[in-house]
């Protein structure tokens, strides 16, 4: 399985951008897509995530800015980010909680795409 995010780059304070990601390989379902991000120094941290049944968790510091929308038949999730602010700056890695064909599940994660918070 791989995970390929996309959409990462530099965006002014206040302002929006989308994160998207797209899963492949041999797939029979996924359980939960998302993100997560990690800053220099920092822990990595929940962003956001949505399941299967459509329910959403967010991280407190997006809640409110952020929204996840999910299109599993297409193995893919979008991040909307909204009123940006420079403690966003991070990198953002996606995170799937996948059930292969051959009903094996597992976590995967993606390689990570940065989003620089700047003016």
């Known amino acids: 399985v791989q995970l390929q995010a996309s959409g990462g780059g530099l965006v002014e304070p206040g302002g929006s951008h989308v994160l998207s990601c797209a899963a492949s390989?041999?797939?029979?379902?996924?359980?939960?897509m998302g993100w997560y991000r990690q800053g220099p120094g920092n822990q990595r941290e929940l962003v956001a995530t949505?399941?299967?049944?459509?329910?959403?968790a967010y991280g407190e510091a997006v809640k409110g800015r952020f929204t996840i929308s999910r299109d599993f038949n297409k193995k893919s999730v979008h991040l909307q980010m909204n009123n940006l602010k420079p403690e966003d700056t991070s990198v953002y890695y996606c995170?799937?909680?996948?059930?292969?064909?051959?009903?094996?599940?597992?976590?995967?994660w993606g390689k990570g795409t940065p989003v620089t918070v700047s003016s």
């Open positions: 995170y799937g909680r996948i059930r292969l064909v051959t009903k094996v599940g597992g976590e995967y």
């Open positions: 949505v399941t299967s049944g459509n329910s959403m």
């Open positions: 390989g041999s797939i029979f379902s996924i359980d939960l």
